[in-house]
């Protein structure tokens, strides 16, 4: 089917070859500037200058680009071209050690200016990554502005944009949507920080490009882009941390002949437990991952066509608090078969047990295989773009000592993902985009533990983008409309076993019955950007945005494990629909750069978990699967309100042209949201981050010897506020009261403390005959060893240390990071 929808997609293409050449020069000494890359983004299309400054690209299906020009050194140039036949443009590039002008591809029509866009979006590059440290996918960008993570520990981070995560934020991996188990709090995201070469980081609802899930924003992390043709290149890195033994080795290489593209990576990371001033090390908060990906694509005169696999192991512990009463340190859980019975039981582990790599139980295997095809067609002076998935997650959690091999939960999940659209050339200054995008899940749940059903879901959307240009006006938008149909397959179990059973089965118990629900949301975005000069400019955008419910909402009928309560899901629950105004004010000058944009979202039939009530006015019990361990919980039911969450970020650089040697970036992130006419117990959305400020001093190191290249200091702060608004409920959601645990029940309806971190880093480049040896980054993030507990984490309320009367876990103390990443070059020599 899909080599038939190809040649099918040819038949619209254009078979007239347009190419672009021309001279890459300095602005101010006009000498000619090698080594620079000249990229098409929208056509995975790049060349580089040769040694005289000429380059070329070829086999571009006519039609209007955005072309970037870009060198280490330099300013990006960025400029739209219409190429048809053979297209001569010089270029001259401004010396510069900040790009001021960046091109982003998420959620629009085509690659675009992010200053023309009206979506708030933020950027991470390749250069901020290396010079920061992380221990996961989503660790690396949870400082920057509008978005933090829900944290479980160091291998799993929960993204969150301006207040909201799980199912409302949409994740999407090498141009497709990531599908997986989202919902589920200990779930993290299935991608290596080493496939990623840039974020992306749209802020404000997406459903008008991605449908239902995109309600809060999008995050794109986005693969290298194919190297000009004829290189050969690679690199090999390798990471330790102190703090934890993190080790991380990656071994990547690519190269592109005859049109022919290709790239593959393979890498490892592996970390002991990590370690803070007040718990020592954090038992079972080890993990190790395993990625391997490749890639190979075809760019002739019709478009390109490209075919990406890969695959992401992690194995990671799940830490539980457990602490000895005497000493404080953390426990091991275990079972002897000789003692107790054989029945579960907590030891203090050996330093070896301490530092070891591999998690113990309670732990996570998740495996995520993926096989994208990308497609981009010339029909005309437009083109078609079609990309499709096939996914497989799988997600086994085992946590019973005594049966440490059996997996209690297990979600096995195969998914499809399609998106399909045509893109017009421009006319003018208008151009649009129309098409159809969507996604399959079918999942099973193969464990012991049952809270969700086995289930399927399919989505279609259809839709229409527009941008038009009126001088210093750009104005862009859309509408959409999808469907989706969602089955939960009908499910008996034993009551004392959890096994399935037949329907009327001795002790059935029918724990899901089947339905069929139908859901459905409208979309739209309108908004636009103004140049008051060449230096500022305006922007303001309007959207709505709408997320079906997902599995637990829907269906549940379980003990959420990891919490303490009974779940019911509500099959007759409506889509969320959200409706957000943006609008923000930015410079773009040599010295200074500054945006400040400010959001207001409205979420209609926001849902949420409530408890229930029995006949006296007391908390809903549930015992019906006692006899299985798993009764005598609170029950919550998944129900609607209204939500409104406000807030905005600044963010704020100074770069003085004639003071190279130093540069000051700082930022502010704002957000408030709750529940409208709710009680005071339900009245703050959970996991709301607190105010939070950074700042960066960095100082560029110019005046270098023949060795030492591109050398840098830095220093900085993260402090983030005291979050007063606490959600109230957080104490019955996870089993704490008065009563049994006091002193997390008073810590979760108290406020949560802020803190000051402060950072170091150091790196450059070693230079040898002109080459680039290998460049050296070093890091030192909590650098006073800071005992602290962000609001964001999920152990903050994690049992006592009766030792130091202190409730739940800390997060990591200091933590120096050393990075080597040595630069392959196989291209041949140019004659």
Not at 324 to 332: A, T
Not at 586 to 599: C, T
Not at 721 to 749: C, D, R, W
Request: proline letters at 5%.
């Amino acid at each position: 089917m899909l080599p038939a929808l190809l040649f099918l997609l040819t038949g619209f293409a254009a078979h007239s070859q347009a190419s672009l050449s021309g001279k890459i020069a300095d602005s101010k000494t006009h000498g000619v500037i090698p080594g620079a890359i000249i990229r098409i983004a929208d056509l995975n299309l790049s060349a580089s200058s040769d040694s005289l400054g000429h380059y070329q690209l070829k086999s571009i299906p006519s039609g209007y680009y955005l072309v970037e020009v870009e060198r280490a050194g330099y300013a990006t140039k960025i400029r739209s071209l219409s190429i048809s036949g053979a297209v001569k443009q010089d270029f001259e590039l401004d010396p510069s050690l900040i790009q001021l002008n960046e091109v982003v591809v998420t959620g629009v029509i085509g690659a675009t200016e992010r200053q023309q866009t009206p979506i708030s979006v933020t950027t991470v590059g390749y250069d901020q990554l290396l010079q920061n440290a992380s221990t996961n996918v989503m660790d690396a960008i949870a400082k920057a502005p509008g978005v933090s993570g829900i944290t479980d520990g160091q291998s799993i981070t929960k993204p969150v944009i301006r207040g909201l995560g799980y199912n409302r934020v949409l994740t999407v991996n090498d141009g497709v949507e990531q599908v997986d188990q989202a919902w589920f709090d200990e779930f993290g995201i299935e991608a290596d920080p080493d496939a990623v070469n840039r974020y992306e980081i749209l802020k404000g609802p997406a459903s008008l490009a991605y449908g239902s899930d995109a309600i809060a924003g999008v995050i794109n992390l986005i693969p290298e882009a194919p190297l000009p043709e004829g290189q050969v290149k690679g690199d090999v890195l390798f990471n330790y941390q102190t703090n934890n033994g993190l080790m991380n080795a990656m071994f990547h290489l690519a190269g592109t002949k005859n049109g022919i593209a290709w790239s593959a990576r393979v890498d490892k990371t592996m970390a002991h437990a990590y370690q803070d001033p007040y718990d020592g090390y954090v038992l079972n908060s080890q993990f190790n991952n395993f990625n391997v990906d490749g890639t190979i694509g075809l760019h002739r005169k019709w478009g390109y066509t490209q075919l990406h696999v890969g695959y992401f192991d992690m194995a990671t512990g799940i830490v539980d608090g457990t602490r000895d009463s005497v000493s404080g340190v953390m426990e091991r859980q275990v079972a002897y078969p000789d003692l107790n019975g054989g029945a579960p039981t907590y030891e203090i582990p050996t330093h070896q047990e301490q530092t070891s790599y591999t998690p113990f139980v309670i732990n996570q295997r998740i495996r995520h295989t993926k096989i994208v095809w990308d497609n981009s067609i010339a029909a005309g002076d437009g083109r078609i773009k079609a990309i499709f998935s096939w996914q497989k997650n799988q997600r086994q959690e085992n946590n019973d000592p005594t049966i440490p091999n059996t997996s209690d939960i297990y979600y096995l999940s195969n998914a499809a993902t399609y998106d399909l659209r045509y893109i017009s050339p421009q006319s003018g200054g208008f151009n649009f985009s129309a098409g159809t995008n969507g996604v399959y899940q079918s999942s099973q749940s193969l464990g012991t533990l049952l809270l969700i059903p086995n289930y399927n879901f399919f989505e279609i959307g259809a839709f229409a983008i527009a941008n038009e240009k009126i001088g210093r006006l750009n104005l862009s938008g859309g509408i959409r409309y999808d469907e989706r149909t969602f089955n939960g397959i009908d499910h008996w179990v034993d009551s004392t076993t959890q096994a399935p059973v037949p329907p009327n089965a001795p002790n059935g118990f029918h724990e899901f019955p089947g339905f069929t629900s139908h859901f459905s949301g409208m979309s739209f975005s309108l908004g636009g950007t103004y140049d008051l000069s060449k230096t500022t400019y305006v922007k303001a955008n309007i959207a709505r945005g709408w997320r079906a419910p997902n599995v637990a909402e829907a269906a549940a009928n379980g003990v959420h494990d990891g919490t303490v309560v009974y779940e019911i899901g509500d099959p007759t629950l409506k889509p969320e629909t959200s409706l957000e105004e943006d609008v923000a004010f930015g410079v773009n000058a040599k010295d200074v750069d500054f945006e400040v944009d400010l959001f207001n979202n409205s979420i209609s039939d926001f849902i949420y978990a409530k408890g229930l009530k029995n006949s006296m006015g007391q908390d809903s019990i549930n015992n019906s699967l006692n006899a299985a361990g798993l009764g005598a919980a609170p029950v919550y039911k998944y129900t609607q309100g209204q939500a409104q969450l406000y807030g905005g970020e600044i963010s704020f650089n100074v770069h003085p042209a004639d003071l190279s040697w130093v540069q000051l970036a700082t930022t502010l992130s704002y957000v408030n949201g709750g529940l409208l006419h709710a009680p005071d117990s339900t009245k703050y959305l959970p996991f709301v981050p607190p105010t939070r400020i950074t700042a960066d001093l960095k100082f560029p190191i110019t005046t270098q010897g023949r060795s030492i290249k591109n050398l840098y200091l830095k220093a900085g702060l993260l402090s983030c506020f005291q979050q007063n608004n606490v959600y109230q409920q957080y104490a019955i959601y996870n089993g704490l009261n008065t009563a049994l645990t006091p002193f997390e029940y008073a810590a979760s309806k108290a406020a949560t403390k802020g803190y000051t971190l402060f950072n170091v880093g150091v790196g450059g480049d070693v230079v040898s005959k002109g080459k680039t040896v290998c460049k050296i980054y070093l890091i030192c993030n909590n650098l006073f060893n800071t005992a602290y507990m962000d609001y964001m984490s999920r152990f903050k309320y994690y049992p006592v240390n009766y030792t130091t009367g202190r409730v739940g876990v800390f997060d990591m103390g200091r933590n120096v990071s050393i990075k080597l990443l040595i630069p392959l070059d196989f291209t041949p020599a140019q004659k």
